[in-house]
């Protein structure tokens, strides 16, 4: 077969590589170790598996390097070994398919072809070459190249061959498949990774401004082939792009400049986003002029073998106008702050900085189904987002929504709280007002955090919770006292600290007892703060009444946990500007064409390898007398039934139009192979 | 691996096949002629109809994919003669929806017909239930081996499959009826898919149906599809999945087109091919019972291969066709995304399946396993990666 190789160790590793086993054990070798890119989350932070898998099995992993199966070693190395497989199998089989497409084994003697399995024999009363002249006629009509070759006047032997295509197919299949891996490869990130292992690149894992990135974590600008991404903000420009490798990047400077115009969202009249598109002009040094593009999904832009796509889209600084409400001073300080930057507070002698992370327009949710099907959504408004860090490091992460929302009937302000990114945000609720304002919560807070106010109110919550403590001077004194104390302990641990102090102090059997009466004291208190700051109209009517209770219920439940929100102020919203950002990604693939190639010829090739069957029919003459007696003989690559189907009719038609004496019976596939019929 | 030693076919064995006598294409030949012509006259008209109504409205990829249909449907309905029925009677019922409708959606709950035949949730309904009904009757032609009863059920499985189709046209006109911007094929959710799906496999298994002239896999393809039926059920009732949502911009192109139903070809032959592993495990081990009820082993195996390789084929087109999308919606034709990587796998493992089978020649109960097993792969490829993992390709999540 390899009649290049001479030497027996090669010619046997030759024929191991271009073996099928290897190659069914690569295609399935390849398909196993693909699972695990897709069951394990891949390129995430570093520090995201650590904190999966712990310090020993997150090196393991890494070593493995499991956090990238697809650009591993290991893992190139099984795929090309694969497309080195098939590329010798193709080297081994293609000039054999070759040549036996155009041998037409027309020298095939008869007692070759009766051990076929596909077999007829009869005697036809013509001579041989009408015989022949039928025969090929009926081949060519199904199909069938014929050639002939005659061994002198009495003996002759039609050879025909049909499914050249089959053929092709293989090679199409093979090499496409050789084509689509080295053309993947091409467009891949090997040689980012050959770079930083030889040192000659080293990934930038600080988030520093292009201009400052170094030297050695610039890509060249002519890079060939590269992947990257920018994010460029409204009214801003950027001359690189960032391609992700592990826990870094590498700057891709770019031969021209983007200058994002504008980033539209537009939405479906149900509140969805429906397109995003950018306006960008792109300049040039060799341009006489700047060029005005929109570039949206599934509509990228491509310029000068550069092509530019829609990505995402963040905040890109958007300009936030707040209020801030202390808990415990009545002034409300006005704030303007810009996504992406930090103010600094001096809280109580500590500094607290408010990082301003996300803002964002629209937030949908899917409203509460009500019938049932069709669930439609709901915008609860804009909502910013900022992180709040103590002196120490500790940082807590706050939503807040811009107006309210209505759930169940009642308005809330929404103020979602977390402590890391891992966690779900729990929500304080802040019950709206009848103006439509937090302010009127506000206030009761700031009214229970204010201890001056508190000798006012008390008497008040004394003669509402026990009218008879007012005539025993010591029993007043201590019920003020511990008042006093259960409103302290409120401020301080919420309505969890009270219950723990019950369980704590109060005996098994009267917990539950002593735990309501807590309750109901603390809301009559409450309710005195909230008559304090807001009298109630002289003469209430029911429907108010009715309000306020409902007003007074959400706001204890919301001073419940005001301790666990972990902030010693409020934020509102009062207006903003949007500043959006898009991010675009930036590609240069030049082995697209190649695999584009390969796609095409893999289409191709898989039809023809199932749809044009391969086949070969002889027909074998011989002259005796004024008769000829033929022996048909077949042979198919698959599709043996079909073959048989075909193989039949065509002998049919043969044997009509030879006028051929009725066709003894003939036993078709259930023949076995040598049996000669009579 | 090449295969080439195809000059001596000693040594292949293949088992006698006890067919019927006459090929199939003899004894069809008065049902394949039978109104083509006309048909086919009709059905460019109409194509040419559409393009001097809408031609302006519509952009060349739209003029390529209609035109490209029509031909598609020229050579289909050529081979598979009952297409032409089954199409006739979608094109009547849609229209009759599209003229009772009157441009108003509301019409859905207050006209008779609509409400209880052809809205899009009316027809999806009868088409369970006619699926279900199918199944039955196949079960019961099955094991009673009655004639009649299989009449019956391939009618059913006809009309289930004119019923779902039409749900699938007149839930195209309902969401464009909604508002214009939210129009779209009805193939972009999992509740829509699985529609296609149960047509899809229905389609594939009645052409093998007629082709093979036997029965006898009805119930056990048909159990796959009511499988489906169940889910789909399920899906509509407990999470509203029913509702038609507009499209989110990565969805919205010409591509998805053609790259789902290529899928769906996909999908649904290898679920055949599974099915028909089991009917070939029960075919080699259980005895006279079943071997009295289905075909001879080696007519399974031959299907199967040919159900196989017909998958195989859409499947290549369906990755290709989503590839060539990714590299414009994604910014690269491969990502590695877990949708991607699984086609992958799939594509792989019935690669290796068709080289041990063309080349190797195996036959018989490993590849039918192997069969068996690809349904798992498959199911995982299309359903576990909406389920359990995340990626670029996140459409349909349960």
Redesign the interface.
Known sequence: MSNTTSRPVLRAAVRFLGSMNLAITLLVGVAMASVVGTVLKQNQPYPDYLAKFGPFWFEVFRSLGLYDVYTAAWFLFALAFLVFSVSVCLWRNAPLMMRAMRDYQEGRGRRQLERLKFRREFVSPCEITNARNVIQQALRRQGYRCRTRSAGPRHCTVAAIRGWGNRLGYLCTHSAVVLICVGGLLDGNVPLKVGTLLGRLRVETRDLPASEVPAESRLPRDNPSFRASVLIPEGQRADAAYVNVADGYLLQPLPFVVALRKFRIEHYQTGQPKSFESDVTLSKPGWTAPRDYTIAVNHPLSVEGYTLYQASFEDGGSRLRLQLHRWRSPDVEELEARVNTTVTRDEDGRELRLEFTDFRRFNLNPAPAEDGARRAFIDYGPSFTYRLRQADGTAREFVNYMQPVTLQGRAYFLSGVRDSPADELRYLHIPADEDGTPDQFLSLARALYDDSRWARVMPRVLEDAAPAAARDATLHSNLEQALRRLLILFRQGGLDAVLNFVNAVVPEAHRSAAGEAYVKLLQTALRAFYDDIQPPPRPVSAAAEQERNLFLKDAFAALSVLPLYGSPFYLSLSGYTEVLASGLQITRTPGKRVVYLGFGLLLAGVFLLFYVPYRRIWACLEARGDETRVLLAGTALRHEPDFDREFSRLAMKVHRDTGARPMPPVATLAGTPGQRET | ????N?????G?S?A??V?DTL?AEDAGAVDQRRYYRPFIALLWSACAWTLARYGRAMDGYEIIILLGVAAILTWLTRRYAPLRTLLLAVAAASLAAIVLYRHDLTRAETHFALKYFLSSGAATMWMCVLFGMATLAYALHWWRRSPYAGQLATALAWAATAAGLTAMMVRWRESYLI?A??GHIPISNLYEVFVLFCLITALVYLYYEREYRTRSLGVFVMTIISAAIGFLLWYSSSR?A??I??L???L??YWMKIHVPANFIGYGCFSIAAMISVAYLLRERGGAFFAARLPPA??LD?LL??II??G??FF??AT?LG??WA????????S?D?KE??A??VW??Y??WL??R???GWEGRVMAWWALVGLLVTSFAFLG?NMF???LHSYGQL
């Open positions: 691996m090449s295969g080439a195809i000059s001596s076919g000693v292949m293949v006698p096949l067919m090929p508002a911007d939210i509203g029913d509702a949502q507009p989110v911009p990565a919205n192109s080696a007519v031959e291969y040919k390789a017909l195989f084929a290549t087109l290709i590839a060539l590299a414009e919606a994604w910014g690269g034709y491969w590695w877990p990587t699984w992958l796998i792989l493992n690669a290796a080289h041990l063309i080349v190797r990666v993992l995340s990626g």
